[in-house]
């Protein structure tokens, strides 16, 4: 009696034990780095080079470099600007495509050292560095493969200058968040007096693979962007959005006609949608200037918050993040557009996401794994908790009692991304007289899904359906918001 007793309980134990084990992750699966990332959301890219001064786009290489010389550089005030805006991260341009260093570098003359900013004494990249740390957001460096001004630039010769730029960056600045490498590739420049047209190889020229082994090796925490990754993708445009079903995994393939994928040669058709079961995680970095260009230029106006708001549900919101361009003027300060407009989005963005209208919703899940995997840590706040379905349970619904009526225009769905996106295809719908109404059809979720209505709806009673996975569900976080005005 008593040996059948126990192992009727040692069944039972087991059962319950073998439901509670964490699902299988799937499919390619994001880094420490890479989730650090994502948790950052949006940063800033800062360009700010002689060719401010030029008023260009693109410096030539050939600005003395006593053109260099911001009447009133105020490190704080551009930090506090972006911090203002909900920025988490700053990525400063240390080098552009003109060749000018702003920190001290020993690789060339062509650098901070020989403007009058600080009597020479100065070096930016740490006073951005240092500001941006006093005030909470994370660092990050793009140096330009190309250099329009280095006489070396086209030669065998140039890589080692490149590299050890890297490294000085790499040494000097602390801990990196990211490494930007955009994939411009040579073209016509001053190139130390010469003022041709030099053109490379970009499949071999800068030898990526050992090139980003010092990125690696110096700083691994700093996420490699560029337009096939290693870390982060470019997402194929400079809009600001990503595609509305959009994948956190890639793999980068060759061009028509080409053998290697490599930056400045990406498969870019597929990069703002990803590719479902792609090789590697490498979810999209939506890059856009705050206004028109890159560097500031004193006709154009900064987005308006409802612009910027727009691209954060575009980038943010479909599992991307959002890198925005922030263009000091020649004072070496954010015109007060720019920081009125990235306040005001700011606002907009903590003020509409505070609030949960289901905070305290009742959940009935069609599935559950078991109690470590409660489907109320949809409603923790912390994106480490989740709920998740039994291995054999690839479809799901949930119906959220509300329990009085909310009126809401954005819901929020965010997949436990440590085990992968696992997630193809949901459908939301709301209970409206007396019946279920589908509002919304979706398919990827990732990181984060924000969608939004385009008119508010009101109801107590909302269900999400998930009705394709090649695996057992996941979600980690759920929310409804209505946009304040
Ligand atoms: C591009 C560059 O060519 C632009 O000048 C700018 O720096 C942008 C962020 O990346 O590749």
């Given at each position: 009696m008593i040996m059948r007793l126990l192992f009727i309980l040692s069944i039972f134990f087991s059962i319950n034990s073998f439901a509670q084990k964490p699902p299988q992750p799937y499919g390619a699966l994001p880094s420490k780095r890479q989730l650090a990332w994502h948790d950052i959301e949006i940063y800033g890219l800062i360009h700010f080079t002689p060719t401010t001064f030029e008023n260009k786009?693109?410096?030539?290489?050939?600005?003395?470099?006593?053109?260099?010389?911001?009447?009133d550089f105020n490190a704080d005030q551009i930090i506090k600007a972006a911090k203002a805006g909900g920025l988490k991260g700053i990525i400063l341009v240390a080098k552009h495509h003109d060749g000018f260093a702003l920190w001290p570098t020993k690789?060339?003359?062509?650098?901070?050292?020989?403007?009058?900013?600080?009597?020479?004494?100065?070096d930016l990249v740490k006073e951005i560095e240092q500001t941006a740390r006093k005030n909470g957001l994370k660092f990050g460096v793009y140096c330009s493969?190309?250099?329009?001004?280095?006489?070396?630039?086209?030669?065998?010769?140039y890589l080692a200058t490149y590299q050890a730029q890297l490294k000085e960056l790499y040494s000097n600045?602390?801990?990196?968040f990211m490494s930007w490498h955009d994939?411009?590739?040579?073209?016509?420049?001053y190139y130390g007096g010469a003022r041709e047209v030099r053109s490379i190889d970009n499949t071999t020229y800068y030898d990526w693979d050992n090139t980003w082994a010092i990125t690696r090796k110096m700083q691994p925490m700093a996420n490699i962007f560029s337009?096939?990754?290693?870390d982060i993708r470019w997402?194929?445009?400079?809009?600001?959005n990503a595609a509305e079903?959009?994948?956190?995994t890639f793999t980068p393939l060759p061009p028509e006609g080409k053998n290697v994928a490599v930056p400045g040669q990406a498969?870019?058709?597929q990069s703002p949608e990803g590719i479902r079961n792609g090789k590697f995680w490498m979810p999209a970095e939506c890059d856009v200037p705050?206004?028109?260009?890159w560097f500031y230029h004193p006709t154009e106006k900064p987005k308006t918050p409802e612009m910027l708001f727009d691209l954060y549900l575009k980038s943010v919101g479909r599992g991307a993040g959002l890198d925005l361009g922030l263009a000091p003027d020649t004072r070496g300060q954010l015109h007060e557009d720019d920081v009125a407009s990235l306040k005001a989005f700011g606002d907009l963005v903590k003020h509409t996401f505070a609030?949960?209208?289901?905070?305290d919703a009742h959940i009935v899940p069609?599935?559950?794994?078991?109690k470590n995997y409660n489907i109320v840590t949809l409603l923790d706040?912390?994106?480490?908790s989740y709920w998740a379905t039994m291995d054999q349970v690839h479809e799901a619904s949930l119906e959220v009692d509300l329990k009085s009526a909310k009126t809401f225009d954005i819901i929020s769905l965010q997949e436990y991304i440590p085990l992968g996106q696992r997630i193809e295809a949901y459908n939301v719908e709301i209970f409206e007289k007396n019946k279920w109404k589908k509002i919304y059809d979706g398919t990827s979720i990732g990181a984060k899904r924000l969608i939004k209505l385009d008119t508010p709806v009101t109801t107590s009673k909302i269900r999400i359906n998930i009705?394709?996975?090649?695996?057992c569900i996941t979600l980690s976080e759920f929310g409804i918001h209505k946009k304040t005005e």
């Open positions: 786009e693109w410096g030539f290489g050939d600005a003395d470099p006593k053109s260099f010389n911001p009447t690789t060339t003359d062509y650098n901070i050292s020989k403007s009058p900013f600080r009597n020479g004494k100065g493969p190309w250099d329009r001004n280095n006489p070396k630039y086209g030669t065998s010769e600045y602390c801990e990196l994939g411009a590739n040579g073209g016509d420049g337009d096939i990754g290693l997402v194929g445009n400079e809009n600001g079903t959009s994948w956190e498969n870019y058709p705050l206004r028109n260009g609030n949960n209208l289901a905070q069609t599935n559950t794994r078991g706040n912390n994106k480490d009705t394709k996975s090649p695996v």
